[in-house]
């Protein structure tokens, strides 16, 4: 199985299965709704930085950056995937094409380099803390969100041919990850203080999303061993599969966590006093 080198088992399947119709279509279907979402999600954020008061705009220029960058790097994605394997008429089936790169996921890795440590900041412009210090919190989540990645990023090149390095680097992103959900368990608790109760339940559903749609990466990430190795998920199943969770994940963690993050400002904006378009109070 070593024929690859360190491929992932995307090719490794186009390799020796070949990929039907159906499920070659689904995953480049899957990876360019991804890219068109972002290009729609970049439209509401600029359109409505305006109906949030000026000291929250900074979340809604953070969702612009992760919108531009997610676009860019979904788009390279989605090209790397119909690029890397071609139709064979005799089977009726995509192989892995010759001449160029192999499919990889890590056009997505890269872009989450961007990506994690800006969505996690952007929450700190929305909610006020009353007990942790913001530097404090901002420099532990851009730590620990550039190391859960590249530990991520490194470790997704073993996960055809060697197993260890992939789970033991996994274990170490991990860790990273768990440190990241306990400070944003903190940020979110202590931003529900003394906020009307109406921005406090979006936060609380913001919490909700966050654990589950940031849970869907690993679950992606492990996706190949999932039911053991050439067990259930070492097919094309497993390859749409993995597509699709990351497709979800990313809509719900970039997009609808920065809606709602909009929401919980506009909300609050207004509980402030804040009017669209009434010029600024003296
Ligand atoms: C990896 C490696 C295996 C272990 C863990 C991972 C976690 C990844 C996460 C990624 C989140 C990405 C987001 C991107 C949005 O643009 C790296 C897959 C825990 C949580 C939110």
Redesign the pocket.
């Known amino acids: 199985m070593n024929e690859l080198g360190n491929a992932t088992f995307e090719n490794y399947i186009g390799l020796n299965d070949g990929y039907t119709e159906m499920a070659y279509q689904m995953v480049a279907h899957t990876l360019t709704l991804g890219y068109a979402v972002m290009l729609a999600g970049l439209f509401y954020f600029i359109l409505t930085i305006k109906s949030v008061a000026p000291k929250y705009r900074i979340s809604s220029v953070l969702s612009v950056v992760?919108m531009v960058s997610?676009f860019l790097l979904l788009f390279a994605q989605a090209n790397n995937w119909t690029s890397s394997f071609v139709f064979d008429k005799e089977s009726g089936l995509y192989f892995l094409g010759e001449g160029e790169d192999m499919f990889n996921n890590g056009y997505r890795?890269l872009?989450?380099l961007i990506?994690?440590p800006m969505?996690l900041f952007q929450i700190l412009f929305v909610v006020t803390l009353t007990k942790s210090k913001f530097t404090s919190i901002r420099n532990q989540f851009w730590f620990s969100g550039a190391g859960?990645?590249i530990?991520?990023?490194i470790?997704?090149f073993y996960e055809v041919t060697d197993f260890y390095a992939f789970a033991i680097?996994?274990a170490i992103?991990?860790l990273?990850?768990i440190h990241?959900l306990i400070l944003m368990r903190r940020v979110i608790k202590e931003g529900q203080e003394g906020i009307p109760a109406e921005a406090s339940k979006v936060l609380g559903g913001i919490w909700v999303l966050f654990f589950i749609?940031?849970?869907l990466?690993?679950g992606?990430?492990?996706m190949p061993h999932l039911l053991g190795i050439e067990g259930g998920f070492f097919n094309e199943a497993g390859v749409v599969g993995r597509q699709m969770t990351y497709t979800v994940?990313?809509v719900a963690?970039?997009v609808i966590y920065g809606v709602m993050l909009t929401q919980v400002a506009q909300i609050m904006s207004k509980s402030e006093g804040y009017v669209e378009g009434a010029p600024a109070k003296a």
């Open positions: 992760v997610a890795y872009n989450w990506d994690v969505l859960m990645i530990t991520g990023y470790g997704q680097w996994g992103s991990t990273f990850f990241i749609s940031w849970m990466y690993p992606a990430y492990l994940a990313d963690s970039k």
